[in-house]
């Protein structure tokens, strides 16, 4: 999980919010990669690092394993913020990619 620019998070918050986004919502990280990383043959996805201003996914394209950085709407300068951005994320890929988006309490 390297290349994270410095910025407001830590390793360990890197590796933490990669680490619950790979095992609770990789769907949501495949809808982010097809429709915000510009990139609809996606086949997998997973977070491998993010910093203030994107996160970045390992991705599955046509067979092969590509980065795709997507950024934030807006620099992140605390924890807490990350959460909402990838939740407008998912809620926007959904919208782009004409999917229904699960319940709120399922996030």
């Known amino acids: ?10 390793q360990q918050v890197v590796d933490a919010v990669a680490r619950h986004m790979n095992r609770d919502h990789p769907e949501d ?3 982010i990669v097809r429709s915000l990383g ?3 043959s996606a086949t997998a996805a997973s977070v491998s690092t993010l910093d ?4 970045t996914f ?9 980065t795709v950085r997507v ?5 992140l300068t605390e924890r807490a913020q990350i959460r909402g951005e990838v939740t407008r994320m998912y809620f926007d890929a959904c919208e782009a990619l ?10």
Do not use: C, Y
């Open 58 to 66: 390992d991705a599955v394209i046509e067979g092969r394993q590509q």
């Open 71 to 75: 950024p934030w709407s807006t620099e």
């Open 98 to 107: 004409g999917v229904k988006p699960r319940e709120t309490q399922q996030h």
């Open 52 to 55: 203030a201003v994107s996160v």
């Open 29 to 31: 990280s495949l809808l």
């Open 38 to 40: 510009a990139q609809p």
């Open 1 to 10: 999980m390297s290349e994270a620019k410095a910025g407001p998070f830590n």
